[in-house]
């Protein structure tokens, strides 16, 4: 059978390559927030720290999300596309990821509040921070 174009292997991998590192870094994150994540919450629950549960809640779901950009980034750098797609994609990797650092330091900082802020009888005078 012939095709009217010319596909060699090296072609197939070019254009794939993008999508399995994409893929890789999903599946990463989510191996990373599954077993990595739960190991860390089980040796907090060990320790009397209050504190090391309020950090890892923080960065709870967003491994997953760090994971998938670090993937899309790589994805960028292997993929041979025009060279102002390539700065838009890269703006928005970094925007992405300080917006999601900076949830990440909001919810650790109203979680040292709180935790701060109660007393011995679990009661916090703190009712809302906003």
């Given amino acids: ?22 893929l890789c870094g999903f599946i990463l994150g989510i191996v990373f927030e599954k077993r990595v994540i739960k190991n860390i ?6 320790t009397n720290w209050k504190y090391d549960k309020i950090i890892i809640d923080s960065i709870q779901g967003f491994s997953i999300l760090w994971f998938s950009l670090g993937g899309i980034a790589i994805a960028n750098y292997v993929y041979p596309i025009p060279k ?5 994609i890269n703006k928005s990797l970094i925007a992405t990821f300080l917006a999601s650092a900076t949830l990440v330091i909001s919810r650790l900082l109203v979680g ?7 007393n011995e009888q679990g009661i916090s005078p703190l009712t809302s921070l906003f």
């Fill in 84 to 88: 102002a797609i390539e700065v838009l």
């Fill in 112 to 118: 040292l509040l709180k935790a701060y802020t109660t």
């Fill in 1 to 22: 059978m012939n095709l009217p174009f010319d596909i060699t292997i090296q072609d197939v991998i070019k254009m794939v390559s993008p999508l399995l590192a994409i």
């Fill in 41 to 46: 919450r089980k040796l907090a629950a060990q």
